[in-house]
């Protein structure tokens, strides 16, 4: 059973920085493209970012681009979210997920199986 678990998430000004982790672990991870989401109350789980299983490709939503970054470790088995210039609208909770299919990257929700509980994060004006 994989098992994905966030941390990092928190309370932090607008402007500011976190970064989030996501550790997995019962299943194999180099090979498996990873992606963040995030939603935000009463709305729907929207795709942040994704990387592919070997890092060399990264993709963004457009409301994030220029200011996250999504990176891999693939000898720790964990993918990181670098949030910089954070706004208030970025508040959410924000979740990692392993793609459903080796060698695959996608955006959309329904290719990613494999989900952590989140962390949380939240943006103060």
């Known amino acids: 059973q994989v098992q994905l678990v966030e941390s990092g998430g928190g309370l932090v000004q607008a402007g500011g920085s976190l970064r989030l982790s996501c550790a997995v672990s019962g299943g194999t991870f180099s090979t498996y493209a990873m992606a963040w989401f995030r939603q935000a109350p009463g709305k729907e789980r929207e795709f942040v970012a994704a990387i592919s299983w070997r890092g060399s490709s990264t993709y963004y939503a457009d409301s994030v681009k220029g200011r996250f970054t999504i990176s891999r470790d693939n000898a720790k088995n964990t993918v990181y979210l670098q949030m910089n210039s954070l706004k208030p609208e970025d508040t959410a909770v924000y979740c990692c997920?392993?793609?459903?299919?080796?060698?695959?990257?996608?955006?959309?929700?329904?290719?990613?199986?494999?989900w952590g509980q989140g962390t949380q994060v939240t943006v103060s004006s």
């Open positions: 997920a392993r793609n459903s299919q080796p060698f695959y990257t996608a955006r959309a929700v329904a290719e990613y199986r494999d």
